[in-house]
């Protein structure tokens, strides 16, 4: 089992920032991608950006250029930079990270984190 704590929502204006970090821990043989998704109300989770353990990231359209996902494999984090955030941003955001565990690949989700971008 692994378990994902996020912090760093809140509550911003527009054209402002947020950092969001997300901290792994239990059995973890590899955490591999790691990454965020969002869920707005009355719409579905959406991939927001994910990171693999080398580095390669991969993110959604609407927040390429603003957003910034990094990790720490030895301290087993990730990390979302926010910026030029926009009313369109709001959204409960989720950590998410698949874990390899009896020889198959395990997703994972954290609690959520409320981010608040008022238009």
């Known amino acids: 089992q692994v378990q994902l704590v996020e912090s760093g929502g809140g509550l911003v204006q527009p054209g402002g920032s947020l950092r969001l970090s997300c901290a792994a821990s239990g059995y973890i043989v590899s955490l591999n991608p790691m990454g965020w998704y969002r869920q707005a109300p009355g719409k579905q989770r959406e991939l927001v950006a994910i990171?693999?353990?080398?580095?390669?990231?991969n993110y959604a359209d609407s927040v390429k250029g603003r957003f910034t996902v990094s990790r720490d494999n030895a301290k087993n984090t990730a990390s979302l930079q926010m910026n030029s955030l926009k009313p369109e941003d709001t959204a409960v955001y989720y950590c998410?990270?698949?874990?390899?565990?009896?020889?198959?690949?395990?997703?994972?989700w954290g609690q959520g984190t409320q981010v608040t971008v008022p238009s």
């Open positions: 998410y990270a698949r874990n390899w565990e009896r020889s198959s690949w395990i997703d994972y």
């Open positions: 990171i693999t353990s080398g580095g390669i990231t």
